[in-house]
Each structure stands twice: as C-alpha cells, then as structure tokens.
C-alpha cells in the first residue's frame, strides 16, 4: 500500500479557511438546535462528486447543531428502471401512474438502492445515517390520491385513477424526534402504507412538505435541476412572497414541475414551516452556501 504524504497547509489556504469558518459561524449559532429538510431531487443526483459534497453538507449540519432530515426523490432513477424492465411510465400532472406492479419497482429503487446509497455517501462523510420509508416506526400514513377531468365535449366529470400513488395524512413525529436528540441523521423514502398496509407511492416534494410541516422545520430547501424560480427574462428570483409566487403561477411564468412544487413551498409555510428555499442541486455545497452565507442560494419563498 502507498500513502500520499499530506501537504502542509499554506498561510493562505488557512486564512481562507478561516475566513469561511468566520462567515458561517453567526449562521451556525442561528440555526442551532433548529430543524432543516432538505428535498434531495432525482435530478440532482448528479456526479459521484455532487453526491459527495450533498453528503459532507448534511454531515456538517449536524455536526454544526442543526437537525436535519433529508427526503429523497428519485423519478428519473425508477423511470430508468422501469424502463429496463419494458415497463413504460406515465404522469398525469407531474404524478406517476402507479399500478401495482410499479409500486413494487418504486419502492425497490427508492427505499432500496437510492436511499442505501444517500445513507452510505453521509456515512462515507463521517455522519450516521439511517435510512427510513414512511413505513418505519409507523412514521407516515397515507390514503389514495384522487383526480378528476371534465371531459370537454360532455363537460361530464370522471375520475381518474393513478393506482397505488398516495398523499401522507398523518406524520408522526417520534421516530425524527428521537434522531434530532442523537447523532442519527434520517433519510427517508418518498413511500408509506395507507390504513390497510398497501403500499403507497408518494411525491417526494409533496412528503417532504408533510415532514417538515409535522416538525416545524426552520427551512425546507428543495434541491433541484434550476438555480430556483426564475422571472419572465430567466433570471433568478431572490425573494418571494406567497401572494407573488400565486402571481407568477397565474401569469404562467411559473409552469410544468415547478407550480407543483411551488404549491408545496406555499402548503409548508401555512403548515408553519418558516422559510422556503428553491434551489440548484447541481452546484457544489448548495446547501451550506444557502444556509451558513449572507449571500444564500436559491429562492427563499416566505409566508
Ligand atoms: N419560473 C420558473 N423557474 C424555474 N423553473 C421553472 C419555471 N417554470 C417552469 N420551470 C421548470 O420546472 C423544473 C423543475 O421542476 P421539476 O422538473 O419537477 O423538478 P424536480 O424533478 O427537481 O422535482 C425546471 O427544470 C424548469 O424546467
Ligand atoms: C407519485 C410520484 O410521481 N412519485 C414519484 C416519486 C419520486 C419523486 O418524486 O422523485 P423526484 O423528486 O426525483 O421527482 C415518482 O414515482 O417518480
């Protein structure tokens, strides 16, 4: 075996680093003791390296004091799946219709393979992660997700059936409860039982948006493919207000998977979630840069 011999640290580099420890110390001591969810996109997963760089951001939270809790995603990731199955996959609304042989890939992919390997990277990291679905500890409940159309010659209402996809009616706290108070950090997957114990696909966006509503998360960031909600000319909306984000939803400036999401933004702060924050999963310690710098990242969406 051959070893690298460390190279010493330079005056330079060390007042860099100090530098940022200084910059985010006041935002440490702000968060201490609070709650953060962080959404973790399918599309975000990018690179062996972003992953590595999500995972030492989430190990630094705790080790900072914070609390967090990721949810994962993971869509592109079972459309893969599906796909090398011969299955083929359909959304109505940004939803994936889920018959119950799909439910049984989704739960595979994202309580399997994605969240052993979310929990593995932190660990890799030096935190603890353990890896949890809806189902664990009774964590999620969740009843079927109904919708309908008007069909437009009959005006007739129908509704439409999306098979096993479910929205959480009840999170219960204990579980995270227990994690905040130790070094544990959970990640958990997008998938809970209904009252009968069928398995239910769930939105991520959406689960994310129960939990960190049921645990009055300080912040919820949501890490996705955009650097957050961008204005009519494609540039980066800083701040906004509910009834602005109502505004760019009405207008259509707001389209496709970001009104469902912004929706949920909405959804989490009337659950009392303090702060929303929109941003791109793709660059490099996103999470610290919005948390722990003056400048921030991202949209921060407020009530
Ligand atoms: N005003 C907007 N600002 C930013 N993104 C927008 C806007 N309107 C629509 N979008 C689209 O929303 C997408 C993000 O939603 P989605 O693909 O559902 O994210 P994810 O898969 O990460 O949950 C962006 O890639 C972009 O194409
Ligand atoms: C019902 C439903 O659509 N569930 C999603 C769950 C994964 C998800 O939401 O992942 P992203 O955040 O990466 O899009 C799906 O099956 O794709």
Same mark, same amino acid.
């Given at each position: 075996?051959?070893?690298?011999?460390?190279?010493?640290?330079?005056?330079?580099?060390?007042?860099?680093?100090?530098?940022?420890?200084?910059? &985010?110390?006041?935002? =440490?001591?702000?968060?201490?003791?609070?709650?953060?969810?962080?959404?973790?996109?399918?599309?975000? =997963?990018?690179?062996?390296? /972003?992953?590595?760089? !999500?995972?030492? +951001?989430?190990?630094?939270?705790?080790?900072?004091?914070?609390?967090?809790? @990721?949810?994962?995603?993971?869509?592109?990731?079972?459309? &893969?799946? %599906?796909?090398?199955?011969?299955?083929?996959?359909? !959304?109505? +609304?940004?939803?994936?219709?889920?018959?119950?042989?799909?439910?049984? *890939? $989704?739960?595979?992919?994202?309580?399997?393979?994605?969240?052993?390997?979310? @929990?593995?990277?932190?660990?890799?990291?030096?935190?603890?992660?353990?890896? %949890?679905?809806?189902?664990?500890?009774?964590?999620?409940? &969740?009843?079927?997700?109904?919708?309908?159309? *008007?069909?437009?010659?009959?005006?007739?209402?129908?509704?439409?059936?999306?098979?096993?996809?479910?929205?959480?009616?009840?999170?219960?706290?204990? $579980? /995270? +409860?227990?994690?905040?108070?130790?070094?544990?950090?959970?990640? %958990?997957?997008?998938?809970?039982?209904?009252?009968?114990?069928?398995?239910?696909? *769930?939105?991520?966006?959406?689960?994310?948006?129960? @939990?960190?509503?049921?645990?009055?998360?300080?912040? /919820?960031?949501?890490?996705?493919? @955009?650097?957050?909600? %961008?204005?009519?000319?494609?540039?980066?909306?800083?701040?906004?207000? $509910?009834?602005?984000?109502?505004?760019?939803?009405?207008?259509?400036?707001?389209?496709?998977? =970001?009104?469902?999401?912004?929706?949920?933004? *909405?959804? &989490?702060?009337?659950?009392?979630?303090?702060?929303?924050?929109?941003?791109?999963?793709?660059?490099?310690? $996103?999470?610290? #840069?919005? #948390?722990?710098?003056?400048?921030?990242?991202?949209?921060?969406?407020?009530?």
């Amino acid at each position: 075996m051959t070893t690298e011999p460390n190279t010493p640290e330079t005056d330079a580099d060390f007042h860099s680093r100090a530098r940022i420890i200084a910059e &985010a110390l006041p935002y =440490m001591l702000r968060y201490d003791d609070q709650t953060v969810v962080v959404k973790y996109g399918g599309h975000a =997963m990018g690179s062996h390296a /972003l992953s590595k760089a !999500f995972a030492e +951001d989430i190990t630094l939270l705790k080790l900072s004091g914070l609390n967090p809790v @990721v949810v994962h995603g993971g869509g592109p990731q079972i459309g &893969a799946m %599906l796909d090398r199955l011969g299955i083929k996959s359909e !959304f109505r +609304d940004g939803l994936r219709v889920t018959d119950r042989a799909t439910v049984e *890939i $989704v739960e595979m992919v994202l309580a399997g393979s994605i969240n052993k390997e979310i @929990v593995s990277a932190i660990n890799a990291a030096g935190g603890r992660a353990v890896g %949890l679905s809806g189902k664990d500890g009774r964590m999620v409940t &969740a009843t079927k997700v109904t919708r309908t159309t *008007i069909d437009p010659n009959s005006n007739i209402e129908a509704v439409v059936d999306l098979g096993f996809v479910g929205e959480p009616t009840t999170v219960r706290r204990e $579980v /995270l +409860d227990i994690m905040a108070r130790s070094e544990i950090i959970p990640v %958990l997957a997008p998938v809970a039982p209904d009252e009968k114990g069928d398995t239910y696909n *769930i939105n991520a966006d959406t689960f994310a948006g129960a @939990v960190a509503g049921a645990l009055n998360a300080r912040r /919820l960031l949501f890490l996705t493919d @955009v650097p957050g909600v %961008l204005d009519r000319d494609k540039n980066l909306i800083k701040e906004l207000s $509910v009834a602005d984000a109502r505004r760019l939803i009405a207008d259509g400036t707001i389209s496709g998977g =970001m009104i469902p999401k912004v929706e949920t933004c *909405i959804e &989490a702060l009337e659950r009392g979630v303090e702060g929303v924050v929109i941003l791109d999963g793709k660059v490099p310690h $996103v999470v610290l #840069l919005e #948390l722990f710098t003056e400048r921030g990242a991202g949209t921060l969406i407020t009530p």
